[in-house]
């Protein structure tokens, strides 16, 4: 029932709005690269679905800790990539379970399948399908999918927008002027090392409340205007790159804990918009310093 209602909710929303060619992407339209990264909403919906809330076998692929994985991440990565590969067979493909293919290909898609797995094996609707396309300037279209709620988040190519059973609603983050008045969101203290913890510490300090625990969705949320700030560490690439795009479509800022492009991972520091992301960033400096 929930794959056919992603299906209905996708197939309402193909025709994009965009039919110009972007700069740096200029050997496929807008329309049809943003169709296309529609059309793997339901490609991914089918894989993940059936499993969700079922008896999973989940592998730990960690030797230091809890890094789970099961045939959902496995088969939809796998759904994702035969997509992409009959569709555009010159790119390339990062995945995380899959690793690379075609790594020298100029344009390359990111995909995470189950973003948040231990969420997905707690059956918390908090996982979602990430999947960013990148060229040599970073990445430059991205999607996160979440078909237990029946939503997914687009942007890049010149807009953001959210798509849902409700329609279509424009993505804009908010105008939150200070830390004081910010909310602040992680995944898990657990992702931060020692000294990274006592700097998101400090700056959770200053601000009106820190919350964990709801992995790609704090971006969203973000890009949405319900929060305001999110800084995070050890990332992969394939946790943040389609987030990208759509943060910064919708109006925020976001850049590792120096103010650099995020380029693969690791610590990243998103924000509502300049100002909140300059004072942020202020605070996870001091931090280091004092």
């Known amino acids: 029932m929930v794959v056919l209602l992603a299906s209905a909710w996708v197939s309402s929303c193909t025709q994009s709005p965009h039919n110009d060619t972007v700069a740096g992407v200029e050997d496929h339209t807008n329309a049809e690269l943003c169709d296309f990264i529609r059309d793997l909403v339901a490609i991914a919906a089918a894989t993940t679905l059936p499993h969700f809330r079922r008896n999973v076998v989940v592998e730990n692929k960690s030797v ?44 390359q898609w990111v995909v995470d399948p189950i973003d948040g797995t231990k969420a997905f094996v707690c059956g918390l609707p908090t996982w979602a399908t990430l999947i960013g396309l990148c060229d040599e300037s970073g990445p430059v279209l991205g999607l996160m999918s979440q078909p237990v709620v029946g939503e997914y988040f687009i942007g890049g190519l ?39 913890l006592s700097r998101f510490n400090k700056l959770s300090a200053v601000v009106q409340l820190t919350r964990f625990g709801v992995d790609s969705y704090a971006y969203c949320m973000l890009a949405a205007g319900f929060i305001d700030i999110v800084a995070e560490a050890g990332l992969g690439y394939y946790d943040i790159a389609a987030l990208v795009p759509i943060v910064d479509s919708a109006g925020g800022v976001i850049t590792d804990w ?11 520091l998103a924000a509502a918009n300049p100002k909140l992301h300059a004072a942020a960033l202020v605070a996870l400096e001091s931090s280091q310093s004092s």
């Open 158 to 196: 010149g807009s953001a927008e959210r798509v849902g059973r409700d329609g279509r609603t424009p993505l804009r983050s908010r105008n939150t002027g200070s830390l004081s008045q910010a909310s602040l969101f992680a995944t898990s203290p657990d992702m931060f090392s020692p000294a990274e």
């Open 258 to 268: 120096t103010g650099e492009q995020v380029r693969g991972g690791g610590q990243v």
């Open 64 to 107: 230091c800790g809890f890094d789970p994985v099961t045939d959902a991440d496995r088969l939809t990565e796998d759904a994702i990539r035969a997509a992409i590969t009959q569709r555009f067979p010159e790119h390339g493909i990062i995945g995380e379970e899959g690793g690379a293919h075609n790594p020298t290909a100029r344009y």
